[in-house]
């Protein structure tokens, strides 16, 4: 079940980030699409714990826009994704999100 819902979160990142899932007129955000579904998609997945991401997903999130993306994040897409640990992920890895930063109906404490 673990591969599943991994493949099912890379997904996500991909039609959010390719501009699929995504705010409608906004256009697509820049970034490693493959690499973010590969390297981070099990640390941002619910449920399970809030764990520190590896180099490679740092690697891929030093590299992508993710304001762009949290922009264009879609209720459905948040229903997959845990916000506290995309933050997590993206100050962990040196892209802090500033706080009151939107990301998707999330507003970053």
């Given at each position: 079940?673990?591969i599943?819902?991994?493949a099912?979160?890379g997904?996500?990142?991909?039609?959010?980030?390719?501009g699929t899932l995504?705010?409608?007129?906004q256009?697509?955000c820049?970034?490693?699409?493959?690499?973010?579904?590969?390297?981070?998609?099990?640390?941002?997945?619910?449920?399970?714990p809030?764990?520190?991401?590896?180099?490679?997903?740092c690697?891929?999130?030093?590299?992508?826009?993710?304001?762009?993306?949290?922009?264009?994040?879609?209720a459905?897409?948040?229903?997959m994704?845990?916000?506290?640990?995309?933050?997590?992920?993206?100050?962990f890895c040196?892209?802090p999100?500033a706080h009151?930063?939107?990301c998707?109906?999330?507003v970053?404490?």
């Amino acid at each position: 079940m673990v591969i599943g819902s991994r493949a099912l979160i890379g997904l996500i990142m991909i039609l959010v980030i390719s501009g699929t899932l995504l705010v409608p007129g906004q256009g697509t955000c820049q970034g490693d699409i493959e690499g973010l579904m590969k390297e981070c998609a099990v640390y941002v997945q619910r449920p399970g714990p809030k764990v520190n991401p590896s180099e490679a997903c740092c690697r891929v999130v030093k590299r992508s826009d993710i304001l762009c993306a949290c922009g264009r994040i879609t209720a459905s897409v948040q229903k997959m994704i845990d916000m506290d640990k995309v933050v997590h992920v993206t100050a962990f890895c040196g892209k802090p999100l500033a706080h009151g930063t939107k990301c998707g109906s999330y507003v970053v404490p």
